[in-house]
Every structure is written in structure tokens, then in C-alpha cells.
């Protein structure tokens, strides 16, 4: 089955203390990209990855980073957590940068006290 | 003027009616226009996609897409207490740009 696999499903954490989400896709796409959700604020791209060793900033790359080692992984890494990184995030993949549409992971609720 | 916008709803109607849901949006290159739907603590899933102007259909769901109003539609026929999720509309500009454009999404209730 095709799919977006990301781990944990739910986390809990305290500030400073640095966590990986792991996202890994079967589809062979080369362009993955991390999500935030956020109540009023929709999803808000972090860092996308056009391919393997390539990555870029999003519109909220502040307190996260990236590596894109291999073609099917793309962890997010928060070095130190904050409160206001408090959120779901969502991992995605697509065969074509998103023009015919994104295959979303499941979600990682993160909360940081 | 916001590049997308949604309303939140929510939206509540009772089974069987027919169900609209609109975005409009201010970026002429946008080319790809979707919609997803999401249910409560689950990722996004696409419903439906188009290219152009015009209406698409795939079963209960009609995409419609207005260029020149720079408007979109989802419509929804014959509801379901199982299509009660959050629909997003999304925008791609084509070409060799990257990633996509959300709407914050609209909230659907169908009563049963």
C-alpha cells in the first residue's frame, strides 16, 4: 500500500529537550515537505526537500531542521523544543512537487510543557 | 487581500442535502486547483483534482473551478454523515514551482 509513515503518533516532551519525528514514504517521490497545523492558522509548510541532499525553508522554519540522507526518509528535528512549537505536524510526498497532489502521513500531535 | 480564503464554518446540514463549499483566491498562477478532505486526527487526503476551468465529477463530488473569478468550488450530493470532515482547498501555480497553497479549511457537519 502506498503510503507517508511518520513516528511517533503522539509525543510529549519538555522544553530543550531534542526530538526527531521520523517520516519515511514508499512511493519513490522525490519531493517530500513537513507540515504544521495549527487552529485558525491551517498548515504551514516548514522545510520541503525536492530530493536527496536538497532542502529549503518553508514559511515557518524557525526551531526546526531537516536532512534528506535518503530517498524515502525525511525527518524533522527540533534541537530544543519550545511551548509554541505545540502543534500537529504533518509529513507529505509527492511526484511532482505537488501539482497533482500531496500524500499526507497520518500526523504527529507534539505538545511541549 | 489574503491569497486564500476559506469559511471556517462550520457548516451543518442535514443528511441527503446538497453540501457547497467555496474558496477564492487572489494569485492568477495558481494553475492546479484540489480539494482534500480530513477528518478529525487524520492527515489530509486528496478528493479532487483539476487543471483547467470547468467542472469535474467523480461520484456525490463535482470540483468546479472559475479562472476568472478566481473562485472554486466542491459540491457534494446526496450527503453522508461520513463525509462530516474538514475540507481544505489547496492551489498549485504549475510549472516549476514547489508545494502548495491551503485554505485554513471548513468544518461540514451532516446530521443525521
Known amino acids: 500500500e502506498a503510503q507517508v509513515t511518520q513516528n511517533p503518533r503522539y509525543l510529549i516532551t519538555v522544553t530543550g529537550k531534542k526530538l526527531t519525528v521520523t517520516c519515511s514514504q514508499n512511493?519513490?517521490?522525490?519531493?517530500m515537505s513537513w507540515y504544521r497545523q495549527d487552529p485558525g492558522l491551517g498548515l504551514r509548510q516548514i522545510y520541503y526537500?525536492?530530493?536527496?541532499?536538497?532542502?529549503d525553508k518553508g514559511d515557518v522554519p524557525e526551531g526546526y531542521k531537516v536532512s534528506r540522507k535518503e530517498k524515502r526518509n525525511f525527518p524533522l528535528i527540533l534541537e530544543s523544543p519550545s511551548p509554541n512549537q505545540t502543534s500537529l505536524y504533518f509529513c507529505?510526498?509527492?511526484?511532482?512537487?505537488?501539482?497533482?497532489?500531496?500524500?499526507f502521513g497520518s500526523g504527529t500531535r507534539l505538545t511541549v510543557v | 487581500q489574503k491569497e486564500v480564503e476559506q469559511d471556517p464554518g462550520p457548516l451543518s446540514v442535514p443528511e441527503g442535502a446538497i453540501v457547497s463549499l467555496n474558496c477564492t483566491y487572489s494569485?492568477?498562477?495558481?494553475?492546479?486547483f484540489m480539494w482534500y478532505r480530513q477528518y478529525s486526527r487524520k492527515g489530509p487526503e486528496l478528493l479532487m483534482y483539476?487543471?483547467?476551468?470547468g467542472n469535474k465529477e467523480d461520484g456525490r463530488f463535482t470540483a468546479q473551478v472559475d479562472k476568472s473569478s478566481k473562485y472554486i468550488s466542491l459540491f457534494i450530493r446526496d450527503s453522508q454523515p461520513s463525509d462530516s470532515a474538514t475540507y481544505l482547498c489547496a492551489f498549485h501555480r504549475g510549472g516549476g514551482a514547489d508545494g502548495l497553497t491551503f485554505g485554513k479549511g471548513t468544518h461540514l457537519i451532516i446530521q443525521p
Open positions: 483539476t487543471y483547467s476551468s
Open positions: 507529505a510526498s509527492s511526484l511532482d512537487r505537488g501539482r497533482s497532489g500531496y500524500t
Open positions: 494569485n492568477s498562477a495558481f494553475q492546479y
Open positions: 512511493m519513490n517521490h522525490e519531493y
Open positions: 526537500s525536492m530530493n536527496v541532499e536538497v532542502t
